[in-house]
């Protein structure tokens, strides 16, 4: 490590990467939720670093508040939390762990015998009002369609929360006594 820069980078890496096991890993979706936040907003540390403020604003808004916010509502809404079939049962644990370790041999090894150029190092310009306008101009219909994609999470949560069958009440749904 050579500076503070480093060990940012390596911190948000390991932000990252630890946490994406984690949601691999934990047998319990509201655990593996709050791993996946973790893990978002790891990958937008990663963009700021990079410069990348757009990216980084997207991967803000959109995965940690839009997606993992109707994953949480579909979660918590849902009387079946302790059913079997939405619960990460985690199977072939050490088959993917074996691969997973190949991968990692492979890919460090990759790391380690290439020679990667370095650039020089360009002054940051933020891009966003430049990007906001392509969005809405040129890149009208693909922006529409992320908004449908959207639109199609948040119906997708509410009938996950929605309760089995028509006029069957729930004994979570009931009036208490």
């Known amino acids: 490590m050579t500076g503070p820069a480093d060990i940012i980078f390596y911190f948000l890496a390991a932000l990252t990467v630890g946490a994406a096991v984690l949601v691999a890993v934990l047998p319990n979706i509201v655990y593996a939720a709050v791993a996946l936040l973790f893990s978002f907003v790891g990958v937008a540390g990663l963009y700021v670093y990079l410069s990348a ?3 980084a604003a997207t991967q803000v808004l ?19 939390i302790s ?3 939405i619960s990460n049962p985690a199977r072939f644990q050490w088959q993917a762990a074996l691969l997973c370790l ?10 380690v015998r290439t020679a ?14 430049e990007i906001g306008e392509l969005l809405m101009t040129r890149y009208l219909l693909p922006f529409e369609a992320a908004s449908v994609l959207l639109l199609a999470a948040l119906i997708g949560a509410a009938l996950l929360s929605r309760p089995e069958g028509k006029g069957k009440v729930s004994a979570d749904m009931e009036e208490p006594k």
């Open 102 to 111: 190949a991968l990692f041999g492979v890919l460090s090894f990759t790391a």
């Open 116 to 129: 990667f150029p370095v650039k020089p190092a360009l002054a940051y310009q933020p891009t966003t009002a």
């Open 83 to 85: 059913d079997v079939k």
């Open 53 to 55: 403020d757009f990216l």
């Open 62 to 80: 959109v995965y940690v508040g839009g997606i993992l916010i109707l994953i949480m509502f579909a979660v918590f809404l849902s009387n079946r």
